[in-house]
């Protein structure tokens, strides 16, 4: 792991500043804050949209030259267990054991075929601070970039960006106040550079509010911190503003509100921000590692098999390949990787953050 | 005197000096006795016309949650009536009933039949019991009927529209015996007393208010309104729903026209929850925000503008009035330079504002630009264009819906062109405008109207704050008869010292009272309403107590001829 502004090495430095150059290229510069939108040097946003991200450029010839995988859970199961001949199956042996291999996932061979997403190019930030041969290069051609997470579901229907995953998870982020996340920056003299301000994660309570078209969210609205159950949201890091764009410093773990219809969250570890900022809006992505249990509890809880099936996901197949793919977090016994590397897209819009004092 | 004294005998003097005696003595007592009694204020006034006034949606539903309480679901909607000298009331006198309407009225007289023979509510709506669920009971129905019918009437009902209608449930009792509706078994005796409630939230009765006069006993030759007549026109002024059970009885037992008796219900009406109701009712009708209904702005350049922000400035403006008029008791006019408001979260993004959940007290700060109703995003927002504001809108609001003015409407044949497709090298509103004033046909009324909407100018059309349009700083000086100011602070100053803005409350609240616009015989009486408004520190509870309490509320006109009328109402126009 690396400590993002000590010790970053020379090639960091040159990536980071590519990277910066080219979104302050973008026209994400903005003279001072201006008023309403900050007060006293604060500034909140709340999250409006979020997915794992997968470069797609060139379409899936370009990711994915050997198809798609093809192999949900229903499909497995019917693979696995034909019911056009004359075998008897048990439950146990079918449908209790396939539940059991969602919920306690393996890493041994599986007969079924798991294609991963090839390509040199991911979003991402350069989470360890190496070039590795297995890392990506960003769209903006900086190198180092880790994203492990796009090989392992790139080529899985689900998860590509016109699949069910990215527009539901979106849907329920927005409809429920649960996934409410904001981050609020403070000591901001300068919204377009600042080398020091404070970046607070919370968990929010309130409705978003959309604008009239009913597509967009409007600035300026309301939020208060979750200060009752919300505290294991909250996180607290330094980052700049460089031409309008914030990078922080990583995050040792933040946890993201991420529930479907239930509970749930993702605790993203060395999590890192990179946004492009503007007093009305935020977007960028997010980066960080993932622990490879975590996700597949979290894709099972939040998706049933059915929903699963029509993204071709089976969460067993994916959980080996995490696995395989995984790149940090080594288990102290095994040596073997727990966690690995990816990025969500994301999008924010401003809030006045209202904290247990102002409420 | 003296040459009597001198020829008469002495018992006689003696008499008549005792009883010239006597009768200084009575002349003084009397003249002591007319000096001591209260002098009636109000000049005599002729009175208004007994009306008959179709039922508004807002009157028949909380009429409905009065009686059947709020839990009963009553989605009324009827057809809008035009507005008249500046209120939708006004016009409720000539407003009929469509068959349309009356299918629409008879859908929600049927939901809210169900609902209360419910098995769920029936048991706390109808008060007694049958005999058996199954068979028509007489003396039950007899009770609902009763109860509820004089509710609805707004009086007691005759023995024989009762037995007519009891008679009816027991016919249909039977009729529906042993039928199903919806694969439910109905229950004989309410799904009967079903029938007939539907048929009585549908009568005329009950969805027209019929004012009916009498001879007024002080006057046998000036009519008054009877009992019954004189509590709807109450209930209806200050609850805007039918009289409740305490009314009716007072207007019942003529305990309503004794000494006292309409000071001592109108007393309770005005410290009564349910003034507000009326209250949001009639400056819901005199600021015209039925129009919320329809308002909708242009998604492009307002997006933050959506149906709840609309909802939201509708309801903020309402909180803040009944706020400072009825729950501080201030001065009306001073709700034009008044801070204090209240906000939403919806609607705090159009100010710029945190909000907490819910609607909570808000005051805006002094160095805000927002003070007073005329800075609220509901003037602002109603008065303007979907897409842009409107300079022209808002100053004939302020003067038509605030001061009561007549601002013509444009000639024929105007070129709007030259607004509609403005000069790109005039970036700003005045600068467009300023064509209006350039053009004789235009200049006469635009002159009255466009320097109040410039004062505003730093509103756009949604009621949002901007300092440029289109790059340019806004210029936002105006005046408003003769009284120059910059900005809308400063219009909200002049307009709450302007005479007129009282006055035309004291007008529309007289109509709304009595159901049409003032004719000309009324002007004593406004003079008096003005005068005791002013007096009173313009307060508006004293107003409606005053106007309530005023001859020119309950006294009626002698039959005037239809002409006599139709000249009235055409010179007071």
């Not at chain 1, 600042?194 to 919370?202: E, G, H, P, R």
């Not at chain 1, 009305?280 to 098999?305: D, K, M």
């Not at chain 2, 702005?297 to 503008?305: L, R, S, V």
């Not at chain 2, 009595?514 to 002007?523: F, L, M, S, Y």
Request: net charge negative; with cysteine.
């Amino acid at each position: 792991m690396t400590h993002f502004w000590p010790g970053t090495t020379g090639s960091q430095v040159r990536t980071f500043a590519l990277f910066i150059i080219t979104l302050a290229a973008a026209g994400a510069a903005t003279a001072e804050l201006p008023e309403p939108y900050q007060k006293d040097g604060r500034i909140g946003y709340v999250l409006t949209r979020k997915a794992w991200v997968i470069y797609e450029a060139g379409g899936v010839e370009a990711q994915c030259p050997e198809g798609l995988n093809a192999s949900g859970v229903r499909q497995q199961f019917a693979d696995l267990f034909p019911m056009d001949g004359d075998e008897q199956w048990t439950v146990r042996e079918t449908r209790l054991m396939r539940e059991g291999r969602m919920w306690h996932p393996e890493t041994s061979e599986e007969s079924f075929p798991y294609l991963d997403a090839q390509g040199e190019v991911a979003y991402g930030l350069n989470l360890d601070g190496k070039v590795d041969p297995d890392d990506f290069r960003s769209p903006d051609g900086i190198e180092g970039i880790d994203n492990q997470l796009q090989r392992a579901i790139g080529c899985t229907p689900g998860w590509r960006s016109d699949g069910q995953f990215v527009h539901f998870e979106s849907l329920f982020a927005i409809g429920h106040s649960y996934n409410r996340w904001m981050i609020e920056l403070s000591g901001v003299d300068d919204l377009s550079n600042d080398d020091d301000v404070t970046v607070t994660t919370y968990r929010g309570l309130d409705d978003l509010f959309t604008d009239a078209t009913g597509d967009g969210f409007i600035a300026g609205g309301s939020q208060r911190v979750d200060a009752r159950w919300g505290q294991n949201f909250v996180e607290e890091v330094k980052g700049k503003i460089v031409d309008g764009v914030l990078t922080t410093e990583p995050v040792k773990v933040a946890r993201i509100p991420w529930a479907m219809r239930f509970v749930g969250y993702y605790d993203v570890l060395d999590f890192q921000l990179q946004l492009k900022l503007t007093p009305e809006s935020a977007e960028g992505i997010f980066a960080g590692y993932v622990n490879a249990e975590q996700w597949t509890n979290r894709l099972n809880r939040n998706w049933g098999s059915h929903h699963q099936s029509y993204g071709t996901v089976s969460s067993a197949s994916e959980y080996r390949a995490m696995r395989r793919l995984a790149d940090a977090y080594p288990d102290p016994e095994t040596g073997a990787n727990t966690a690995i590397s990816g990025a969500a897209e994301i999008e924010l819009t401003q809030v006045y953050i209202l904290h247990p004092s102002e409420q | 005197m003296s040459r009597v004294m001198r020829r008469s005998t002495p018992r006689f003097k003696q008499w008549l000096t005792s009883a010239f005696r006597g009768t200084v003595m009575g002349l003084l007592a009397l003249g002591a006795l007319v000096g001591c009694s209260p002098v009636d204020p109000e000049p005599e006034s002729a009175g208004t016309q007994t009306l008959t006034k179709l039922i508004t949606a807002e009157q028949y539903g909380n009429s409905l949650a009065y009686i059947f309480g709020s839990g009963i679901d009553a989605q009324v909607r009827f057809a809008p009536v035009a507005r008249n000298e500046g209120l939708l009331a006004n016009s409720l006198a000539s407003a009929g009933v469509s068959v349309g309407q009356v299918q629409t009225i008879q859908g929600v007289a049927s939901s809210v039949a169900k609902q209360v023979m419910d098995i769920e509510n029936r048991n706390h709506l109808v008060a007694c019991r049958p005999e058996s669920i199954d068979s028509p009971d007489e003396a039950c129905a007899t009770q609902f009927v009763s109860k509820i019918g004089r509710l609805l009437f707004r009086r007691a009902l005759t023995d024989d529209e009762i037995a007519t209608f009891v008679g009816q449930a027991s016919a249909a009792v039977k009729e529906l015996d042993g039928k199903e509706l919806d694969g439910e078994k109905l229950d004989g005796f309410y799904a009967g007393l079903e029938v007939v409630l539907e048929g009585l939230l549908i009568h005329p009765e009950v969805l027209f208010i019929v004012e009916s006069a009498e001879p007024d006993p002080n006057n046998p030759e000036q009519l008054r309104l009877d009992a019954h007549s004189l509590a709807s026109r109450l209930s209806f002024f200050l609850w805007n729903a039918s009289p409740d059970d305490e009314l009716l009885m007072a207007a019942e037992n003529g305990e309503l026209q004794s000494p006292g008796g309409v000071e001592r219900a109108v007393g309770r009406m005005l410290e009564s929850p349910r003034l507000v109701d009326g209250m949001r009712a009639f400056f819901d009708d005199m600021l015209v925000f039925d129009e919320f209904k329809t308002l909708s702005k242009d998604a492009t350049i307002y997006p933050e503008f959506t149906s709840v922000t609309a909802q939201d400035a509708r309801e903020q403006t309402l909180r803040t009035i009944i706020d400072h008029t009825l729950n501080k008791d201030e001065d009306y006019r001073d709700l034009f330079t008044s801070r204090s408001t209240f906000m939403s979260p919806a609607l705090a993004i159009m100010y710029g504002v945190p909000a907490q959940p819910g609607w909570a007290p808000y005051t805006f700060p002094e160095d805000s630009p927002r003070s007073g109703l005329l800075t609220q995003v509901s003037f602002l927002s109603l008065t303007s264009h979907p897409g842009r504001s409107s300079v022209t809108l808002r100053g004939m609001a302020l003067r038509e819906r605030l001061l009561c003015q007549t601002v013509p409407e444009p000639p024929p044949g105007i070129d709007f062109s030259v607004l509609t497709n403005p000069d790109a090298n005039y970036p700003t509103q005045r600068q467009r405008v300023a064509a209006h004033l350039e053009t004789p046909s235009c200049a006469g009324c635009h002159r009255i109207t466009d320097p109040i909407g410039l004062s505003l100018e730093q509103f756009d059309g949604a009621g949002g704050y901007r300092l440029t349009e289109n790059g340019a700083t806004i210029d936002a000086t105006g005046s408003l008869d003769g009284i120059e100011f910059d900005g809308a602070i400063g219009l909200g100053e002049a307009l709450s010292q302007n005479p007129a803005l009282p006055q035309c409350l004291v007008r529309r609240v007289y109509s709304y009272a009595t159901g049409g616009p003032p004719e000309n015989d009324a002007r004593a009486a406004l003079n008096y309403f003005n005068e005791d408004f002013a007096a009173q520190g313009y307060q508006l509870r004293n107003l409606l107590r005053t106007i309530a309490l005023s001859k020119a509320f309950s006294l009626i006109k002698n039959s005037p001829s239809e002409e006599e009328r139709l000249l009235a109402t055409t010179s007071s126009r």
